[in-house]
């Protein structure tokens, strides 16, 4: 699965991100990618990607660095700034846009597939 994260700097992209992976028990520190990329955390059956491509610049990277192979099927992968890969990166599944208000954040949720459909569904079924 592939899920884009849209929104301006300090929007919430990687503090969701964070509370998706407590919320499925990981109990470690959650870190910004903002360096290295990427993280990974395998947990709870699961085998999650989490991508911050703000300082990603070198279309070569992507190869070298092995990200196409992690779009793989298998993994859930989210991605802040997924901008900075267009033509790399491939489609998404849900797209999630976030808007700064006073009041905390604002988030639209999209359904870019029929995978992504069935996602928003049971999401929409436990809200
Ligand atoms: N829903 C929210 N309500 C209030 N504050 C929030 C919310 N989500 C995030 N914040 C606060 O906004 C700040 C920035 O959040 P975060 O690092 O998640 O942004 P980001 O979108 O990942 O930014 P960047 O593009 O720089 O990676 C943090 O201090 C965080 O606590
Ligand atoms: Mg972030």
Known sequence: MV?????????????????????????????????????????????????????????EEWEAAGFRDEFDGRNICLVEWPEQAQGLLPPADLEIVFDIRPQGRALD????????????AALSAHC
């Open 3 to 59: 899920i884009y994260l849209r929104g301006d700097l300090g929007a919430g992209k990687t503090t969701l991100v964070r509370g998706v992976l407590r919320a499925l028990g990981f109990g470690g520190r959650v870190k910004s990618p903002t360096y290295t990329l990427i993280e990974q955390y395998d947990l709870a059956g699961l085998n999650l990607r989490h991508f911050d491509l703000y300082r990603f610049r070198d279309a």
């Open 109 to 120: 949720i999209y359904a870019r597939s029929a995978t992504g459909k069935e996602c928003l």
